[in-house]
Every structure is written in structure tokens, then in C-alpha cells.
């Protein structure tokens, strides 16, 4: 059964102050980590997908790594507004659906 | 951009009830998801479906059922309402493989009372 660690469970961080979120997984055979973002009252946004370990992807201030046992989600000089939910999830297996598995989420806070 | 629409944001309803959650998406996805949400247990497959007319339960199916007659259109079915099935339900969508991610609806937050 895939399964999914996410840590910390909440971060509060100052603006300007970076550090990273990490997610630890076990999958078999694995075909894709994803990185979310979820707001208040909202659903899940789509970040980015790695497949491999040693891939590395960005988006303004956040990066995403991943080696063969976790992922991490580095938030560089973060703002107010990267306040959120970040949900890690996999997906591994032979099925023929794309279903994820999800972690519980880091809650974000950056305070001015 | 795709949308993925849940027809209510919220609903109250009561103990034994049948409740219908509606899922409509705009772009041809061929797959189709329904999540529940709830603290500290993240998000927990119900069902999901490849394809019209085709289903596959998740990790929690019991006490709910889905139906699939367009491809547009996934509908979440609770058969007899029960205060554990209050929560944040989640209906997600994607092409293919997934590798560009689920597109996520914004939610129902069901309270079963």
C-alpha cells in the first residue's frame, strides 16, 4: 500500500525567512510525486510533478526535489500570500487509473 | 483553464437521507475522482472512474456509491446519510495519465445531522 509522510505538520515562518517542507513516501513502482497547494474553502491546486529522483522543478518561490525516498518543497523568501496548505501525494503501481495517494498536508503560515 | 464544477458548496442534511453530490468538467478528462476531506486524515479516495459507465472503489467506498453516464458528469451517491459522512467531499478530475495533475472542484462541505 502506497503511503504518504508529510512534515511538519505546521510551519510559521516571518516574510523573507525560506525553509522547506518535506515529504517522505514508500510506493511501488513509482510514477509521479505531486506537489498541492489548497487554500481555505477551497480544492487543491496542481504545483508539479516529478517522476525521478534527482529531477527539480520551480515556480517563483517554490522548488520541488526529490530523491528516492522523499521530496522536498523549498519556499524562498516567502510572502504573505504563500500562506496555504501543501499536500504531497504519489502515485505508484501498475493500474490502469491514475489515482494519487496524499499526505496530510503542511500548513503554511508567513507572517509579516 | 479547466473547471471542475461540484454543483453545492454546502449542504445540511439529515440522518438516513439519500444525497446526490454533483460533478461536471469541462474538458474531455477521462478520469474522474471523488475525495473526502477531513483533519488530520487528509484526503481519502471514495471512487473513481476511467471511464463512462466504469467505476472503481477507492480506499473508503463503504456507505456510498457513484454513477457515470457522461463523461462529463460524476455523481456521488450516499445511500443512507450517517453523521460519519460529514466532511469536505472533493471531486477531482484528469487526462490520462495524470502527469499534468488532478483539477480539483471546490468542495461540498456536507453536514449530516
Known amino acids: 500500500e502506497d503511503q504518504v509522510t508529510q512534515s511538519p505538520e505546521a510551519l510559521r515562518l516571518q516574510e523573507g525567512e525560506s525553509s522547506s517542507l518535506n515529504c517522505s513516501y514508500t510506493v511501488s513502482g513509482l510514477r509521479g510525486l505531486f506537489w498541492y497547494r489548497q487554500d481555505p474553502g477551497k480544492g487543491p491546486e496542481f504545483l508539479f510533478t516529478l517522476y525521478s529522483a534527482g529531477e527539480e522543478k520551480e515556480k517563483e518561490r517554490l522548488k520541488a526535489t526529490l530523491t528516492k525516498k522523499e521530496s522536498f518543497l523549498h519556499i524562498t523568501a516567502p510572502k504573505p500570500e504563500d500562506s496555504a496548505t501543501y499536500l504531497c501525494a504519489v502515485r505508484g503501481g501498475t493500474g490502469t487509473a491514475s489515482k494519487l495517494t496524499f499526505g496530510t498536508g503542511t500548513r503554511l503560515q508567513v507572517t509579516l | 483553464d479547466v473547471k471542475v464544477t461540484q454543483s453545492s458548496r454546502y449542504l445540511v442534511k439529515r440522518t438516513g437521507e439519500k444525497v446526490f453530490l454533483e460533478c461536471v468538467q469541462d474538458?474531455?478528462?477521462?478520469?474522474m475522482f471523488w475525495y473526502r476531506q477531513d483533519p488530520g486524515l487528509g484526503l481519502r479516495l471514495i471512487y473513481f472512474?476511467?471511464?463512462?459507465?466504469?467505476?472503481e472503489k477507492g480506499d473508503i467506498p463503504e456507505g456510498y456509491s457513484v454513477s457515470r453516464e457522461k463523461k462529463e458528469r460524476f455523481s456521488l451517491i450516499l445511500e443512507s446519510a450517517s453523521t460519519n459522512q460529514t466532511s469536505m467531499y472533493l471531486c477531482?478530475?484528469?487526462f490520462g495519465q495524470g502527469s499534468y495533475g488532478y483539477t480539483f472542484g471546490s468542495g461540498t462541505r456536507l453536514t449530516v445531522v
Open positions: 477531482a478530475s484528469s
Open positions: 474538458m474531455d478528462h477521462e478520469n
Open positions: 472512474s476511467y471511464d463512462v459507465k466504469m467505476k
